[in-house]
């Protein structure tokens, strides 16, 4: 009666849902139409709604593969509609005698269950590789989805990977690719990450760079975010690619929001974040990190892991301490309890950061060479730019000599503009007076077509501080004063200092050593840095749920403010107008 009447009023879910409530032995008939009703909930993103119709089919529908799947639908849907431990009941339900397919499916989703509720990932790794092995030959494609997030996370735990070594699960999973070449950007991913995890780091960056360019070309995920969508980021950080990875990930953010995918959405926030932390993009770092952090706390994340990994570096710019000492023991205390190794390594990469900011050449140095003598996964070439620094006003210049080494097959096998621009910045450090000058301005034209901020801050700092032992006072002068506005509008409170003791030193007024003031709204300079980040318009108008005429408008409004025609000029006044 209830399901005729829910008919008539043309609300096809209801009738379903008490069609299904009347029947107790498996119907097909009314199974399709739940499945039906599925349907139409994943259209309107109620992905909760599409797991209960979906976990009601497979109890109408007779044992066998179709039941499994229409369970396994269910979990998945829950997994994603950001209800894991729903998502880890549906998938204890598949049974041992299932296809490899199905079982395989289904240690995936309790895998990504059990990390969605803060259980250890350490086990991860080996229970994802054998899971993805497991159908390889019957499912590729599912396969290749599995071995991907199998890499991940490894990349994850790293040291701390139980049961099989992050080079194992590397060499088993090229053992098991063979000698085919990839083709797509998925299929580039997983080659150049499981290289990587080998320890060949060279061969790896630039299998990884295709990747990335691939992935950015195709059309992209049209109906769900692929659940290896960090493995992207790891990808990106790797090799220092600073935009397509990025550009990416908004994609899928974009997906994630418009069909409800909580857990996606939270993970291209969380990514989004801890990439623009490193290239010093702190602002939007700290807005994605919010809008993230809220979302996961609705859906029962742990905040403090949140902020160990994508708040860090944050906090390192700013130069806080105190708050500083407080994450990275918060992080290690869920480094250890978890098995997340990776989070040690961004605790180094902080310290490592706010000890370079204040002048602290000896402690940069420990930090930097623990975070490289420590790495099980080739994923800290980042500490070689650090170690040059530090090395030789640590007394370390042997080994600084050798990182540089480091860095140059590093950054020449990356190839990305990021890469060479550190390594022109490094090869500076260590160059005699005849050559370092040019290095240094190579290095800043380089990194001026990035969107590395924090690194092209670093370069002027770093040729301001040499123009100034030279004797150049007035040429140190330009280079500190940009440094200074960088550091300024980052809110990198100690390199700010750092500019400003170098352009007292040499010679600069009063005036000089403030940085400019903002002729921009509160709104203006959100879309403004969003816009010197490199987001597109739409993706700045979905992302502050206003239309792109209004930001259109607001951009107008900022070119003619700063003087500047394009965007790559508003990326150069990030530093100097933008607050």
């Known amino acids: 009666m209830l399901a005729a009447a829910a008919r008539a009023l043309d609300d096809q879910q209801a009738a379903a849902w008490h069609l299904a409530a009347a029947t107790l032995a498996p119907a097909e008939d009314v199974a399709a139409e739940l499945e039906a009703a599925a349907a139409a909930a994943r259209g309107r993103g109620s992905l909760l709604n599409e797991s209960a119709f979906l976990a009601r089919a497979a109890e109408l529908s007779r044992p066998g593969p179709q039941a499994a799947q229409r369970r396994l639908r269910a979990a998945e849907a829950a997994l994603l509609g950001g209800a894991p431990l729903r998502a880890e009941s549906l998938a204890d339900l598949i049974p041992p005698s299932a296809p490899a397919r199905a079982r395989a499916q289904a240690e995936h989703l309790r895998v990504q269950a059990r990390l969605a509720t803060d259980r250890s990932v350490a086990e991860a790794p080996a229970i994802l590789l054998r899971a993805g092995l497991s159908c390889l030959g019957e499912a590729p494609g599912l396969a290749r989805e599995i071995l991907l997030e199998a890499v991940t996370a490894t990349l994850t735990a790293s040291q701390m990977t139980a049961q099989v070594t992050p080079a194992e699960v590397g060499g088993r999973i090229l053992d098991a690719l063979g000698d085919g070449a990839p083709r797509t950007g998925e299929e580039h991913l997983l080659t150049g990450l499981a290289t990587l995890l080998t320890g060949r780091y060279c061969a790896a960056a630039p299998v990884l760079r295709q990747a990335i360019d691939a992935l950015a070309a195709e059309p992209g ?273 100690p390199f700010a200092n750092r500019a400003r003791g170098e352009l007292r030193a040499a010679g600069a007024g009063p005036d000089a050593l403030q940085a400019p003031d903002s002729p921009l709204t509160a709104r203006e300079s959100q879309i403004a840095s969003m816009a010197a980040a490199g987001y597109a318009n739409q993706e700045i108008a979905d992302r502050l749920f206003i239309t792109t005429h209004t930001v259109e408008y607001h951009l107008k409004k900022v070119f003619r403010k700063l003087g500047i025609a394009s965007r790559r000029q508003l990326r150069d006044k990030v530093g100097g107008e933008l607050n």
């Open 221 to 493: 995920p049209s109906e769900r975010v692929p659940v290896w969508l960090l493995a992207t980021i790891f990808a990106a950080d790797a090799i220092w690619e600073d935009r397509l990875a990025l550009a990416w990930v908004a994609r899928c953010e974009d997906l994630a929001r418009r069909t409800g995918a909580m857990r996606p959405l939270i993970l291209c926030l969380i990514g989004a974040s801890i990439t623009n932390g490193s290239r010093g993009q702190l602002a939007l770092a700290e807005q994605q990190f919010a809008e993230g952090r809220e979302l996961g706390r609705a859906l029962g994340w742990s905040a403090g892991q949140m902020r160990s990994f994508s708040g860090v570096r944050n906090v390192a710019f700013g130069g806080d301490r105190r708050a500083l000492r407080r994450l990275v023991a918060s992080g290690r205390a869920i480094a250890a309890t978890r098995g997340s190794g990776d989070m040690i390594r961004v605790a180094l990469a902080a310290q490592t950061i706010l000890h370079l900011g204040y002048g602290e050449y000896a402690e940069a140095y420990e930090a930097a060479t623990k975070m490289r003598r420590d790495d099980t996964i080739s994923i800290s070439a980042e500490a070689l730019p650090a170690i040059v620094e530090a090395g030789p006003r640590s007394g370390h210049a042997t080994e600084a000599a050798a990182a540089l080494a480091d860095l140059e097959r590093c950054a020449t096998a990356s190839g990305t503009g990021w890469a060479l621009g550190l390594l022109a910045r490094s090869k500076a450090l260590m160059a005699p007076p005849g050559q370092a000058g040019q290095l240094y301005q190579e290095s800043i034209d380089i990194l001026d077509g990035t969107t590395a901020t924090a690194d092209l801050a670093r370069a002027h700092l770093l040729f301001g501080e040499w123009l100034r032992r030279q004797r150049r006072r007035a040429d140190a002068r330009d280079h500190l004063q940009t440094a200074l506005g960088l550091f300024t509008s980052m809110g990198a409170a």
